[in-house]
């Protein structure tokens, strides 16, 4: 059974860089099935997807975050992260990791998230 | 950018009802898109993907129809466990959300 747990600071200063890790148990990063995404939640923006990544190490990011965000993949310890720069309370939300599934037409939908994490963004 | 459009952002109804939640986008997506339920404190949940596939153990009264711009998800007969929000999102290109629907008790 699939879970994917999110881990890190719960706390950033603003213009600090923003550091998660998914970790992934009941299947691999290696997989060739699936691609691995952080999305995040806050109340002034709703749910934003941030990006995503496939075990090669291709990865997509968003227009607006794009230059600020970089997504990674560990083979090795079978976890995924998210590394956000210059923060600020814009930044502030809950972060989830989740791993998305072809829909059997090459597209891939957000088919199982984690728990989600808080992350703040004050100092 | 896709824009998503739901409507209407809450909704009141009662247990037995028929509701039904609109998604617009801005650009067409073909069949695209997914359904999701949140609880407060919760991740979203998966409801259904590429328009008006049912994800595994989904209920039946959940049917989600649409292609291009314009879709709709119908719950057809509301359920205590369905007061929640929903979020359609597009995956066309790159992937957005909807701004949500609360179904609260009437």
């Known amino acids: 059974q699939l879970q994917l747990q999110e881990s890190g600071p719960g706390l950033v200063k603003p213009s600090e860089t923003l550091s998660l890790t998914c970790t992934v148990s009941?299947?691999?990063?290696?997989?060739?099935?699936?691609?691995w995404a952080w999305v995040r939640q806050s109340p002034g923006k709703g749910l934003e997807w941030i990006g995503n990544?496939?075990?090669?190490?291709?990865?997509y990011y968003n227009p607006s975050l794009k230059s600020r965000v970089t997504i990674s993949v560990d083979r090795a310890t079978n976890h995924f992260s998210l590394k956000m720069t210059s923060v600020t309370a814009a930044d502030t939300a809950v972060y989830y990791c989740?791993?998305?599934?072809?829909?059997?037409?090459?597209?891939?939908?957000?088919?199982?998230w984690g728990q989600g994490t808080l992350v703040t963004v004050s100092s | 950018d896709i824009q998503m459009t739901q409507s209407p952002a809450t909704l009141s109804a009662f247990v037995g009802d028929r509701v039904t939640i609109t998604c617009r986008a801005s650009q067409t997506i073909s069949n695209w898109l997914a359904w999701f339920q949140q609880k407060p404190g919760k991740a979203p949940k998966l409801l259904i993907y590429?328009?008006?596939i049912l994800e595994s153990g989904v209920p039946s009264r959940f049917r989600g129809s649409g292609s291009g711009t314009e879709f709709t998800l119908t719950i057809s007969s509301l359920q205590p466990d369905d007061f929640a929000t929903y979020y359609c999102q597009q995956y066309k290109h790159f992937r957005t959300f909807g701004q949500g629907t609360k179904i609260d008790i009437k």
């Open positions: 989740a791993r998305e599934a072809d829909d059997r037409s090459g597209y891939y939908f957000l088919a199982s």
């Open positions: 009941g299947d691999s990063v290696s997989s060739s099935n699936y691609y």
């Open positions: 990544i496939f075990f090669t190490g291709n990865a």
């Open positions: 590429k328009t008006s």
